[in-house]
């Protein structure tokens, strides 16, 4: 199946920094990649939709000043906490959507999940 | 805007014992369905999928879900559960959104924990 690389898996900063998280998708292009936010004990938050070659679409109550997406390429997006503080402080999941049902008008639109990245700020 | 309940927020079972997870939606329009697992400690992995077709589904590790339209409801089930079965759960929809986009909902999860 897809596979989708996050990184780094884990970081730890001090508050008032900006942290950078990779998500690439390793053997399809993604037009389409979503970012996600889980806190302790519960589901998955979508955060927003990172388009290729567009600007992101957040969800509401997401501060799209906060948190920076950048979907550069068919197989890289990069999510940049800004000025991080404790409260930021979660694991983030990106995922990316296989194009498939975009070519022949089949849909098998799927999901492929990275493997998250612990984020910790002191 | 469309929503996912999962009604089962922890379940406890012994091995052997069959297990069946409830996930209902509200949307009235065409859907897409999945069910995915968080193991201790690793990623979101899919479990199964349903486009359209056979109602029943198969997915890996012995799960299946059955898509009941009338009832919004896409129940997850696996007739002999084992402790490696111990994970997170989590119901999924998709519809399709404005300019044809597929915005995923997520239910909140069912904790199933199975003891040897």
């Known amino acids: 199946g897809a596979v989708v690389s996050q990184h780094p898996s884990r970081v730890i900063c001090k508050s008032g920094t900006s942290v950078k998280i990779e998500c690439r998708s390793l053997d399809f292009q993604a037009t389409t990649m979503f970012w996600y936010r889980q806190f302790p004990k519960q589901s998955l938050m979508l955060m927003a939709t990172s388009n290729e070659g567009s600007k992101a679409t957040y969800e509401q109550g997401v501060e799209k000043d906060k948190f920076l997406i950048n979907h550069a390429s068919l197989t890289l997006s990069t999510l940049t906490v800004t000025s991080a503080h404790p409260e930021d402080s979660s694991f983030y999941i990106c995922s990316a959507r296989d194009p498939y049902s975009e070519r022949g008008g089949l849909r098998t639109d799927t999901q492929y999940f990275g493997p998250g990245t612990r984020l910790t700020v002191l | 805007a469309q929503s996912v309940s999962q009604h089962n927020h922890h379940v406890i079972l012994s091995e052997a014992a069959s297990l069946e997870l409830g996930c209902n939606y509200s949307?009235?329009?065409?859907?897409?369905l999945f069910w995915y697992v968080q193991y201790p400690g690793q990623h979101l992995q899919l479990l199964l999928k349903y486009f359209s077709g056979d109602p029943l589904v198969k997915g890996i590790k012995g799960f299946e879900a059955e898509f009941i339209k009338s009832k919004f409801s896409f129940n997850l089930r696996k007739p002999s559960v084992q402790w490696s079965d111990t994970a997170e759960y989590f119901c999924?929809?998709?519809?399709?959104?404005?300019?044809?986009?597929?915005?995923?909902?997520f239910g909140r999860g069912t904790s199933l924990i199975v003891h040897p």
């Open positions: 999924a929809v998709q519809i399709q959104g404005p300019g044809g986009s597929y915005i995923p909902t």
């Open positions: 949307y009235g329009g065409t859907v897409n």
